[in-house]
């Protein structure tokens, strides 16, 4: 059964560092692309970006492309989305999914991963 | 990149059928064949229910139906029923080989 499970909610000061985790399971986690997708409180969905574990190929959203770093340890099956420095405006919902290969759809979600910024 | 167009909210009784439009540009939606949608009820991961357009993936009712013409995808849902009541996101592949989604639509069974 494949399954993407996600690290548990997290709070957090202005300024702070953080790294959410993905771990995948079920499946042949280099051969599938894992994506990130920010949901902002009472917001849509919002394409963050993708990496690749099994060549660490790797593309964001012009929106998100030097605000947030994907990647993945392939040893254990984890994707992770971090950032260096959150602001109140990081405070959303996130969740990993798996992009299927040689197409453009997410077939698996996580179970989503509340992340709140607040001084 | 900017999201993809859907309408706010769109309505229908049980029974009834109802369409929810997508409209992109020639660089997304009109230039590939690669159009998702996914239904998000209050609370819960989103769900896929058609990818490439007009497939359904194992397990989804055929009463969710996708197509395109020009830069505009339609996801048409017959027989309406309660349990579809949710938000409906589209999505699209890129020219810049990424992805966007659209703002979402509100579905409510009257």
């Known amino acids: 059964e494949v399954q993407l499970l996600q690290s548990g909610a997290e709070v957090k000061k202005p300024g702070e560092s953080l790294k959410i985790s993905c771990k995948g399971s079920?499946?042949?986690?280099?051969?599938?692309?894992i994506g990130w997708v920010r949901q902002m409180p009472g917001k849509g969905l919002e394409w963050m970006g993708i990496?690749?574990?099994?060549?660490?190929?790797?593309r964001y959203s012009p929106s998100f492309q030097g605000q947030v770093t994907i990647s993945a340890d392939t040893s254990i099956t984890t994707a992770y989305l971090q950032w260096s420095s959150l602001k109140a405006s990081d405070t959303a919902m996130y969740y990993c999914?798996?992009?299927?290969?040689?197409?453009?759809?997410?077939?698996?979600w996580g179970q989503g991963t509340l992340v709140t910024v607040s001084s | 990149q900017s999201a993809l167009t859907q309408p706010a909210s769109v309505s229908g009784s049980p029974g009834q059928s109802i369409s929810i439009s997508c409209t992109g540009t020639?660089?997304?939606?009109?230039?590939?064949?690669?159009v998702s949608w996914y239904q998000q009820h209050p609370g819960k991961a989103p769900k896929l229910m058609i990818y490439?357009?007009?497939n359904r993936p194992s397990g989804v009712s055929d009463r969710f139906s996708g197509s395109k013409s020009g830069n505009t995808a339609s996801l048409t849902i017959s027989g309406l029923r309660a349990e579809d009541e949710a938000d409906y996101y589209c999505?699209?592949?890129?020219?810049?080989?990424?992805?966007?989604f659209g703002g979402g639509t509100k579905l409510t069974v009257l």
């Open positions: 999505s699209s592949y890129t020219i810049s080989a990424t992805c966007v």
């Open positions: 490439d357009v007009n």
């Open positions: 990496i690749y574990p099994g060549d660490s190929d790797t």
């Open positions: 020639s660089s997304d939606v009109g230039g590939y064949n690669y």
């Open positions: 079920g499946y042949s986690f280099t051969t599938y692309w």
């Open positions: 999914a798996r992009r299927v290969p040689a197409r453009d759809h997410f077939d698996y």
